[in-house]
Structure formats: C-alpha cells, structure tokens
C-alpha cells in the first residue's frame, strides 16, 4: 500500500478519531492537549496499536452510511404480503392525487367537477383492499392487515375523510345516477354561468376604456348583461325546484356546492359589486289586480246601498182599534 495514501487515509479519518476518544478512553475528556502538540501525537501517546485500528474501521462504517446494531430486521415481525403493499400503494397514490385536488378546488369550488374521477378511483382502490384474498395456505385478507391491524387505522380514517366530504359537498347531485360524468343540467348551467361572466369582464373592460377618471357606475354591465344574469338566475331556480321535487322525503337538501357556489359569486357581483337590479316585468299586472282587491268591499257596499229598496215600516193596528176607529170616523161624518 502507498505509504502517501496511507498518511492521506489516516489524515481523512482524525475529526471522527477525535470525537470517538473520549467514548473509548474516558479519561481523555478531563484533558486538554498540550501547547504546541499535534493530534495526531496525542492519539498515539493514549491509544494502542489495536485501539487506533479499531477506532479507524468504526470511523470508516459512519463515514460510509453505516448504523450501530443489527443490520435487518428480526424475522419474527410481521410484514405485508406482496398483493397487500400493492394496493396499499396504489390507495396511498390515489388519495395523495385527490387530497391536492380537493385542495386545489377549494376557491372557487370547483370540487365536485373536477375531482369525480379521483374520488371513483380512491373508493375502488378501497374496494379492492376490503375483497382481495391472498392465495396462501391461510387464505390471509389484506383487509385485515390493513384496515384492522392497529388501533389508528389510517386507511379506515382517510376513507371516512373522503367519503365524509364528497357527502357535505352533495356532489352525487351534480352526477349522473352512476357517478360517471356531470349530469346535463349541470353542464348547462355552468357553460350558462361562464357566459354571464363572459359578459361582465367584456363589459368592464369597455367601461374602463370609456371612463378612465370618471366614477365608474356599472351601467353598461347592468344593461347589456341583464339578460344574461336572468337565464343564469331562472335556470338555478329550475333546479333547485326539481331537487326538491326527487328529494321530497329527505329535509334540507342542497345542489351541489359547485353550482351554489357559482350563483352566490354570480348574486354578488350583480347586486353588490355592480350595484345592478332585474326590473319586473309584471309590476304593472301586480298593482292592477291588488288595487282591484282592495276596492272590492267598498264597492260592493256601496252597490247594495244604491240599490236595495228602503221599505217604510207599516203599523199594524189590532181588530178592536181598527173597530173603534171606523165608529169614531162615522161620528164625524154624521155631525
């Protein structure tokens, strides 16, 4: 061996040297190096021949990685069966991939149109852990060493999450019946509500053109996308007529958050932001037949005062009366 190699090897090795000194010779930790004395002088002033090699293979093992104690595993611990650590990554890949999306949705929601497809693969990727048995001699269920193995149950609780949130978000109620796409009415009304806010941003960046130092009032957002606000308004009012309808039985029942989110956005900005109304267009119809209603008494008393007949009360005299009163009027005629 290179004696230059060698010094260079050993030179590598004195920071470790030095940290290990005091574990192997206690002594050495009460000391401190003498003035002008090197280290590499020290070391070989304290420590034996075998004590210096012994100490250069420990430094040689931390430097290349490795760890004190055993190298693997006792035997005796459980592991997985190779089909279960597959479907426990692939449901830890899939929920890592929904996790962000939910996240990524959460403003504006967006939750519910584009996160469908990860939510279907994460509950078959469940599916499948809870039915897959392993082909052994015990006919071993990685459900049982993945979902019902420790107290935690990380898998069971993540599952929960999910499901626990796709529910809140009600979004089976933007889905087809199977959950495989957005429903028609969904579609619509979100290409429904991009327009609407198609328009506003149009019609914003004409007003800013028009009117760069004046006191900006929405007037051109309010006028040219009335109509589209009304559709968008109308078609929400639709829908939330027809849940009511299928969900009679269940009490409180919501659209989707991806749609009630859009109209909460869409009823701010009008009203709000832009300062807009939607006149009604049956305003004059309303006030006709409610000041019909309201003249409606008076004019049937008045009617019945007009043309009832006002009948004189009669005196109705008895027979004797009547008897006394002829003689009396004979009386006076005779006179």
Not at 21 to 34: F, K, M, R
Not at 113 to 133: E, G, H, W
Request: hydrophobic share 40%; proline share 5%; aromatic share 8%.
């Amino acid at each position: 061996m290179d004696p230059d190699a060698t010094v260079s090897r050993r030179r590598s090795l004195l920071l470790p040297l030095l940290l290990l000194v005091p574990l192997l010779c206690p002594g050495l930790a009460l000391g401190t190096l003498v003035s002008g004395s090197s280290p590499h002088r020290v070391l070989y002033d304290f420590l034996s021949e075998q004590q210096l090699l012994e100490v250069e293979d420990l430094s040689l093992t931390l430097l290349q990685g490795g760890r004190l104690g055993p190298q693997s595993l006792p035997p005796d611990l459980p592991d997985l069966y190779p089909e279960c650590q597959e479907l426990l990554l692939d449901f830890a890949n899939s929920s890592a991939e929904l996790t962000g999306c939910l996240v990524r949705g959460a403003r504006p929601v967006r939750l519910c149109q584009t996160c469908y497809p990860l939510f279907q693969q994460v509950a078959t990727k469940m599916d499948n852990i809870s039915r897959v048995v392993v082909n052994t001699s015990e006919n071993h269920s990685c459900a049982r060493s993945l979902l019902m193995a420790d107290r935690i149950q990380i898998v069971v609780i993540l599952s929960e999450f999910f499901n626990s949130t796709w529910q809140k978000a009600n979004c089976a109620n933007c889905l087809t019946n199977k959950s495989e796409e957005l429903s028609n009415s969904t579609l619509y009304f979100l290409n429904q509500f991009n327009k609407t806010l198609t328009c506003f941003e149009h019609n914003l960046q004409v007003e800013s053109m028009q009117s760069l130092l004046q006191l900006r009032n929405y007037s051109e957002v309010c006028k040219n996308c009335q109509n589209a606000y009304k559709t968008l308004s109308s078609l929400y009012s639709e829908m939330q007529k027809m849940n009511e309808h299928e969900n009679k039985a269940e009490s409180g029942t919501h659209l989707c958050i991806d749609v009630e989110d859009a109209m909460n956005i869409t009823r701010k900005l009008w009203s709000r932001t832009f300062n807009c109304s939607v006149p009604c267009s049956d305003t004059v119809p309303v006030i006709a037949v409610s000041v019909f209603i309201l003249f409606l008494p008076v004019v049937f008393y008045l009617s019945s005062f007009l043309h009832s007949e006002q009948k004189k009360r009669k005196l109705i005299l008895p027979k004797r009366l009547k008897s006394s009163t002829s003689f009396a009027n004979i009386q006076e005629n005779a006179n």
